[in-house]
């Protein structure tokens, strides 16, 4: 009866170390993804970051642009040029 209770006691030790080695790895597989995570969110949060102030100088440098009245008309000419072609475009089509 001794032996019976030792070998099962035996047993289930050695299943409770093998379940905690595998929770283990699991959670060392865990921290691995997290730290990659981790690190691409590092990444985008500086791309992000340099997107802005390179946003803001483009928007600055077209406000200048803009704001030529030489520009202003050859947009203008552009875009109904463009239309034109479209409308053309469509109805030959």
Known sequence: MKRGLESEVSQKRENLIFQVDQLKEVSLGIQELLDQDKARLKKIS??????????????????????????????????????????FWKFMM
């Open 46 to 87: 500086y791309a992000y970051a340099n997107s802005g102030s390179l946003l803001q100088r483009t928007m600055s440098s077209l406000d200048r642009v803009l704001s030529q009245g030489d520009v202003q008309i050859i947009l203008l000419f552009s875009g109904c040029f463009v239309f034109l072609f479209l409308l």
